[in-house]
């Protein structure tokens, strides 16, 4: 059977059992095959990818005089219009409440920051610490809360209102179950393995723990995690990206190889090498050594098309050499009878008395 391209890749890969993966998006299979078969580094996205996407509200806190209620009432305003996974933890837990949110004026998302309105005639600001420095808000103590909770690996968003913040709430994120199989798999095939998150060291730090990551990539915004794909590229790794959002699509587009998360979003998946069907992160590593078999496949393949055109070229060889034997025989056969007959019969007149 012969085949070339896309139809290898796909012979190759139809078995049953890999079912679960499909070769889709800016590169060719079987360029992608080859880029996996050099790669030395996996970038791993740490929320919706390494975590499950839905996180939880944990904790509300307040400042002296305000009420919880207020707090989540203020949050799930701002945060109706988002779609990010936070925001709609933060949605969840204000149905929960039984919470009516108000209508906003002058939404504004922030990347990789968080998100700023106007309430009720009030500028509010919902985001992380880099987003309350940057304003320059008053912390009133909450920086410090916010430590504590970074140590148990929950994630602060604080609520701000006229420059001052007046509430946090803490979020948690729960690695899926298949995160520490993936990362010791990819481990175990001597790979480098690595977390990239816009969230504070601390807070992911005890997410790297639980799956087994040694080197995590904290605090980068969306817009910089391409940037910090090429630098690895720089120190001469061939980096796999693993993501499932719309902020991870620079990323997957720079890493060598892109790998999407197939409940991730439709950009993501556009922009990746490889898309995985099953949300489980243990088909990672089967993509990468399904890759290898393939190469081995194809060695295999280019070996026996190479000894067949040899066999081939030797045999025409010996053809042409039996032909030109066969011509030279036709061409001086019949005189050289010819001349034995002649001296045969000199012989014989000599022998007659």
Request: proline share 3%; glycine share 8%; net charge positive.
């Amino acid at each position: 059977m012969c085949l070339k391209g896309d139809r290898l890749i796909s012979y190759l890969i139809k078995p049953r059992k890999h079912l679960s993966l499909i070769c889709a998006g800016k590169r060719e299979p079987i360029m992608t095959t080859i880029k996996i078969k050099g790669m030395s580094c996996n970038v791993f996205d740490k929320t919706g990818t390494l975590t499950k996407g839905e996180p939880e509200v944990t904790d509300v806190l307040t400042a002296t005089g305000m009420e919880e209620y207020y707090i989540l009432k203020m949050a799930t305003s701002i945060e109706a219009a988002s779609e990010h996974p936070l925001a709609q933890a933060i949605i969840e837990k204000g149905r929960q409440e039984q919470v009516n949110p108000d209508p906003v004026e002058d939404f504004e998302a922030l990347s990789g920051l968080g998100a700023r309105a106007v309430l009720n005639g009030k500028k509010c600001l919902l985001g992380n610490l880099r987003l309350m420095g940057k304003k320059a808000v008053a912390m009133n103590g909450f920086d410090q809360k916010a430590k504590r909770l970074a140590s148990e690996a929950k994630t602060c968003v604080f609520v701000a209102e006229a420059d001052r913040v007046i509430g946090l709430l803490a979020l948690s994120y729960i690695p899926k179950a298949s995160a520490r199989a993936a990362v010791s798999s990819l481990k175990g095939m001597g790979l480098r393995v690595a977390m990239i998150t816009g969230d504070n060291e601390r807070t992911v730090q005890a997410v790297a723990d639980a799956v087994g990551i040694d080197q995590v990539l904290a605090e980068v915004l969306p817009g910089d995690k391409a940037d910090e794909i090429m630098e690895l590229q720089a120190q001469g790794q061939v980096v796999a990206m693993v993501g499932d959002g719309i902020n991870d699509a620079p990323a997957l587009t720079t890493a060598d190889i892109g790998i999407a998360i197939g409940a991730g979003t439709d950009v993501a998946m556009e922009a990746s090498d490889i898309t995985l069907i099953r949300d489980d992160l243990r088909s990672v590593p089967v993509a990468i050594r399904l890759s290898f078999q393939t190469m081995r496949v194809i060695k295999m393949y280019v070996q026996f098309v190479v000894m067949c055109m040899t066999r081939q070229r030797e045999t025409r060889k010996a053809a042409s050499s039996r032909g030109r034997n066969l011509r030279n025989f036709l061409m001086i056969g019949p005189d050289l009878c010819v001349e034995q007959k002649r001296s045969s019969l000199k012989r014989s007149r000599r022998r007659l008395p």
